[in-house]
């Protein structure tokens, strides 16, 4: 059964930092390319960011420059660095692989 269990969100001000991993367990990870997503109120689902089973990464305009992407294939466990957070940048954030999401962490920025 394949899971994908997001942590890390949370409420930050401003300006401020936070870091999403998601834990992959029931497919060879090390061999799928790797996505998040995010979903605002009110909003559809947007992709967010891409990394790729040989290590290339894409990035919505929207998070360049402000997002890493990135994956430890001994933990099977995808990651999201996220700096500079605007309050735009509210939302579930789910990861998935081609065929799966996880339940998503609630990301909320505000002073």
């Known amino acids: 059964e394949v899971q994908l269990v997001e942590s890390g969100g949370g409420l930050v001000q401003p300006g401020g930092s936070l870091r999403l991993s998601c834990a992959a367990s029931?497919?060879?990870?090390?061999?799928?390319?790797m996505h998040w997503v995010r979903q605002a109120p009110g909003q559809g689902l947007e992709w967010v960011s891409t990394i790729t089973a040989a290590g290339t990464t894409a990035y919505a305009d929207s998070v360049r420059g402000r997002f890493t992407i990135s994956r430890d294939n001994a933990k099977n466990t995808l990651y999201l660095q996220m700096n500079s957070l605007k309050p735009d940048d509210t939302a579930v954030y789910y990861c998935?692989?081609?065929?799966?999401r996880g339940q998503g962490t609630q990301v909320t920025v505000s002073s």
């Open positions: 998935q692989n081609d065929d799966h």
């Open positions: 029931g497919f060879t990870f090390r061999r799928s390319s």
